[in-house]
């Protein structure tokens, strides 16, 4: 996801945050219309090092792009499976890795919905509102094939909502209504010249080079998922 007003904030971090896998390679941020994105992604069956490498480089080019979560499909690779660094409500920092996810959402009166701006890594450069609840858990499997579950509410549930999407082939333009799609499409046209080809490879990143992954200094106002 990606925010309109970068805003530099240090922010505490979840004790629940896993350690990341270091050392990996920047990849082209896959964009929208690319069939990988558009449909389920397989299940991760082994705990290898085949997936530690994938993990470690969708790490990178999430940070790479200043993007606060990241699924394979975006990196091209038909796995079910997302990363994310993603401040909660309050504002502390949640961390992980989520193969397989499976996301609960509340439902009846517990079900309120948050419409805040969102953006994704795959249609840079744009951001319109999408609702989604303002709280979500997701339960998979961590790097080494144990079970976790992770929940939060603000700018982390939403991450965790549009990373799981990103899993099964749904990007959140197909949840906007054909107003709000021209104008995220309007946005990403106009803002076409700051994503070239194979971008965030070679792009730096402005937000956490100075602390570098694992840093801390984010931007929580527009980011990209
Ligand atoms: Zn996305």
Redesign the pocket.
């Known amino acids: 996801?990606a925010g309109t007003e970068p805003e530099e904030r240090t922010a505490p971090v979840s004790p629940a945050s896993v350690e990341l896998p270091q050392g990996g390679t920047v990849h082209a941020v896959v964009r929208w219309g690319t069939d990988v994105m558009h449909r389920p992604a397989r299940p991760v069956t082994a705990y290898d090092e085949e997936l530690r490498t994938l993990v470690a480089d969708m790490f990178a080019t999430m940070y790479a792009a200043d993007?606060v979560?990241?699924?394979a499909c975006?990196i091209g690779v038909d796995r079910a499976v997302f990363v994310y660094d993603c401040p909660d409500e309050s504002g502390t920092l949640h961390r992980g890795i989520v193969c397989n996810p499976v996301v609960e959402l509340p439902e009846g009166r517990a079900r309120r919905l948050d419409d805040s701006d969102e953006?994704?890594?795959?249609?840079p450069g744009a951001f319109v509102e999408c609702a989604r609840p303002d709280w979500a858990r997701v339960r998979g499997q961590g790097l080494d094939g144990e079970d976790v579950v992770y929940e939060g509410d603000g700018l982390l549930a939403r991450c965790l909502q549009?990373?799981t999407?990103?899993t099964q082939g749904t990007?959140?333009g197909d949840r906007l209504n054909d107003r709000a799609r021209k104008k995220l499409r309007k946005q990403m046209e106009a803002a076409a010249e700051d994503y070239p080809r194979g971008w965030p490879v070679g792009a730096g990143s402005a937000r956490r080079s100075a602390s570098g992954p694992g840093g801390t200094a984010i931007d929580v106002d527009h980011v990209?998922?």
């Open positions: 996801m993007g979560g990241l699924a975006q953006g994704c890594l795959s249609y549009h990373e999407d990103h990007v959140f990209d998922l």
